[in-house]
Structures are given as structure tokens and as C-alpha cells.
């Protein structure tokens, strides 16, 4: 049974960091791709960043190139998403995919960037 579980989430001010963890099971994460994405209130769920099996290739949404970086820990089974000068406009429940076994979501974690 694929399980993703994110964690990291919480308040923070406009500028601050967060470190979004995501750890995976059920699947062979190692030979997996893995991707995060966001739902902000009101609107469709969209692509944060994608990484490869081997973390060799990336791939970011243009709002938040340059300031989030994916990464990931094959021999932790996690995948993490550092994310830095938070904007209020980052707000959004955060949540990773695999799309091992037809595609897995997460649960989420909420990220609220306010003063």
C-alpha cells in the first residue's frame, strides 16, 4: 500500500523559510519520481517541482524557481521541498506524488505565510 506523508508545514512571515518533508512507503522510491504540488484556497491544485529517481534533474514552477529547492534521500525513503523567502501568495496545502502504481497524494500540510 503506497503511503505518503508530509510534514514541515506550519505559519510563518513573509521572507521566512520552511523545510516540507514527505516520507513514502509501499513503493520503490529509489526508481520513483516524485513531485509536489499546492492547493491554495479556492483554486485548482497546481505543480510546485518534480524530481527524477536519482535527484540528477529538477524541475520548477516558474513562481517559485529560484527560491524552492526539491530534494530527496533514497536511503530514507523522503523527499524534501526547502522553500525560502516565502511569499503570502506561497500559502497553500503542500502535498507530494508519486506516480508509481497509477499515482499516490499525500494527506498535506498547510503553509500560511502572513504577517
Known amino acids: 500500500q503506497v503511503q505518503l506523508v508530509e510534514s514541515g508545514g506550519g505559519l510563518v512571515q513573509p521572507g521566512e523559510s520552511l523545510r516540507l518533508s514527505c516520507a513514502a512507503s509501499?513503493?520503490?522510491?529509489?526508481?520513483?519520481?516524485m513531485s509536489w504540488y499546492r492547493q491554495a484556497p479556492g483554486k485548482e491544485r497546481e505543480f510546485v517541482a518534480f524530481?527524477?529517481?536519482?535527484?540528477?534533474?529538477?524541475n520548477y514552477a516558474g513562481s517559485v524557481k529560484g527560491r524552492f529547492t526539491i530534494s530527496r534521500d533514497n536511503a530514507k525513503n523522503t523527499v524534501f521541498l526547502q522553500m525560502n523567502s516565502l511569499k503570502p501568495e506561497d500559502t497553500a496545502v503542500y502535498y507530494c506524488r508519486t506516480e508509481a502504481y497509477g499515482g499516490s497524494w499525500g494527506q498535506g500540510t498547510q503553509v500560511i505565510v502572513s504577517s
Open positions: 524530481i527524477s529517481s536519482t535527484g540528477g534533474s529538477t
Open positions: 509501499g513503493f520503490p522510491f529509489s526508481s520513483s519520481r
